[in-house]
């Protein structure tokens, strides 16, 4: 301390009382600890639903179509103006349009040892939005087989249902990706058989997938049906449980796989204890602001003849501010350093807690939460600078 | 330097009108290294006058122009600098923080800006004044006497262009006031500055350079 401070420590001292300003102190901490925990608490929600370790890999996609209901039967199609208002609502981040076949279709077995025939239908979808990789995703007239994706699910079900109870061998997927069969697909000008083969299993999209290619020159040559409007689509979203997005949902008789918006209710969860912490937070923050400035206040006003004569005798206004915000400022900081580090320490157990849960969050405190402490710092910093400045100013 | 025009004080305005002045509603000009007298009788303002010199006051007409720029027109930390560097003062009133030493009182004025002299020099002025015993004693339990010398030394710590006084020998013996008197010359002297004193009657304890009656 310079000798000129420890002269008008003399002078200025803290005559309100140390109870209140312990008080002040206190509250100031709780306020400061519940807004970054706040922040903390969004930034680990944040984290876990976007990181690529506990990202659900299906959980960004999601295929819309109208909530089938006695009142929507046979008219599930879904129009322009509400394809629109979807691709523009802020959650959509991009639209593909899942492209029905509008021609028949048949697939059977090349093999004898493993036969099948069925009739079936094809969906199309834009490559972008496809979950499999490493494919050649595209077809042409001379190509020597029509690439196909089918759902997992339809493997699964063959696998540990249908193989059991026909007396038929399980098969892998690289198996299945092995077997060719023929793909028959009828109009009124003739059939057309081509080979098929399975290039991948979709956890996405419940649909038997081939190329846009194929898609298009099949319903060009082969369409027993005028064009008519896609019955779904599917959707890219930043974050599937965001409740808006199940909100307009529901409001627009629209439905998607509840599982994969499962994340919403627990966003909602996770939104309250926010709010809760945060306006506590807030507005205990407010009142221990007022209470220490009352207590700056309080202060100032009881070394108001000393403060006087002082600035009679030349320190400057400047002078004394510095002063007292060396005072008072110092011990809010370490306010603040003394919250964050504890909310530090809590998140790293938590987040050990957490892994043994097989739920993966950072262990150390986010940099949203050191620039909500920074802020509130400052926030406070100017708080006790204007008290000051007002009370040590002449006519201010 | 300093310049008067047509200075009159609000309170004081009705009580002066009619008298004769020659600093009230005059336009006066002292120039640096001035060292000016006024005397005047009790109530007719010196301490007011004093008080409008040091930028305390601003409730009067005129303006005071300390190098060409109007006190009144300073911002209070613009003031500090001008009480801390250009003009000090001896109030008629002391004040001292009565719970600080004598010395902790002189010091303060003497670090409130980058020091003139060192803790040395104010030792050598309190010997010079008769006040080295009481240096560690509170101001509180001083006498007047030895008050008005510790606000002396304090005015003489800082570095100044003006030295201004307020009746600032009212409770020395005149062997002190000699002491005073050779103290604050010396210094006036050593920083080329000037001073304004008042005093009830004139005398000739400095060698003025201007006399003027309130």
Known sequence: MTPLASLLKKLIRNSAGHIRYTVAIMGLSIAVFLLLAAVQIQVNYNELLHSRHNRDSIANFLVINKQLTDASLGKTALEDSVIQDIRAQSFVQSVGMLTPGRFRASIQSKSDRFPFYTDISFESVPGAFIDVSGIEWTWKETASYVPVIIPNTFLDMYNFQFSLSQNLPQLTPDIVKMLLFTITVYGPKGTATFNGKIVGFSDRISSMLVPTEFMDWGNRNFATEQIKNPSRLIIRTEDPGNPALTDYLRKHGLTTDAEKTRFSKYRKIVDTVVAISGISGALMLLFALLIFTLFIQLTIASCKEEINLLITLGASPGQLSRFLMNRFFPPNAWMITISFAALGLLQFFLSRYLQQQQVAISGIISVYTLGAAILLGLLIWWANRKTIRNYIYPGS | ?214
């Not at chain 2, 030895?146 to 002396?152: F, K, L, P, V, W």
Request: proline share 5%; net charge negative.
């Open chain 2, 1 to 214: 330097m300093l310049t008067l025009n047509n200075l009159m004080p609000d309170p004081l305005r009705e009580r002066l009108s009619g008298k004769t002045s020659s600093v009230w509603n005059c336009t006066v000009q002292f120039e640096p290294g001035e060292w000016v007298n006024i005397t005047a009788p009790s109530g007719t303002g010196k301490t007011t006058f004093i008080h409008i010199l040091y930028g305390l006051r601003k409730d009067y007409s005129g303006t005071v122009l300390f190098n060409q720029t109007d006190l009144r027109s300073l911002d209070p930390d613009a003031l500090a600098t001008v009480r801390q560097q250009k003009i000090s003062i001896i109030f008629q009133d002391l004040k001292l923080f009565p719970h600080l030493t004598v010395r902790e009182n002189i010091e303060l004025k003497r670090i409130l800006q980058e020091p003139y002299c060192d803790a040395e020099q104010v030792t050598a002025m309190a010997e010079q004044l008769g006040i080295a015993g009481i240096l560690n004693q509170p101001a509180a339990i001083c006498s007047y006497g030895e008050q008005q010398r510790a606000c002396i030394i304090r005015a003489l710590v800082q570095p100044f262009e003006w030295l201004i006084m307020d009746e600032p020998f009212s409770h020395l013996d005149i062997d002190n006031i000699k002491k005073a008197a050779a103290l604050i010359a010396e210094e006036c002297k050593r920083r080329r500055a000037g001073f304004i004193v008042t005093d009830l009657d004139e005398n000739n304890l400095f060698p003025y350079t201007h006399k003027l009656h309130l």
